[in-house]
């Protein structure tokens, strides 16, 4: 009998899939121990009247810091499935039949990469996804204070019409949490668009 092993893409030993990774973890490229390592830390909380929850502990979670600043800052493309292969299973059936809408990042963070983090990191989910928002000045949140994010929301406008979110069952997604002034802004602006129901979903939030 052929043993299949793949090569884990965040540790590159090679290992063989156990029967919980087929199960729970499909279209997994991670060991399992590389996975254990990020810490399921759900929380929930409510911002501008809206439920949000998050996936990761930001601050207690060297591993997830890790992972989100490989792929924030050295640009590895491989990780970006990493946190939510985890949640596949869950993600899959709470937010079945909801438009997935994105929070902005800046152009130079974008090209900088290569790529768009935040449609890789869900591309695993088959729900529609709409880029709805916008930065109207190109600005990195990493470079500004705390005072300065918190007035994010000057700069975030709607990119779409209106009445392409009417009636819809909205996921707004992000990658970190710090201060929670872009999800704000971005919550306020969806709740103009008459969405049938909005939820916020980050993966690594600051306590």
Known sequence: MLIKTKICKRCFKNYIPSLIEELFYDKSEFCLDCLNKLENKIRYFKLCDCKCESLYDYEN?????????????????????????????YLKIKFYNYTICFAPSSKSSFNKRGFDHLHEMFKLLNNK?????????????????KVERLNINKYIKLNIDKKELKNKRILLVDDVMTTGSTLKACLELLKTCECKKIMGLVLLKHI
Request: a negative charge; aromatic letters at 10%; glycine letters at 0%.
């Open 61 to 89: 979670d060297y591993e997830s810091k890790t992972v989100i600043d490989l792929i924030k800052n050295k640009y590895d493309i491989e990780l970006t499935n990493m946190f939510i292969i985890k949640y596949l299973l």
């Open 129 to 145: 996804k709409i880029d709805c928002f916008i930065k109207t000045q190109d600005i990195e949140q990493k470079h500004l204070n």
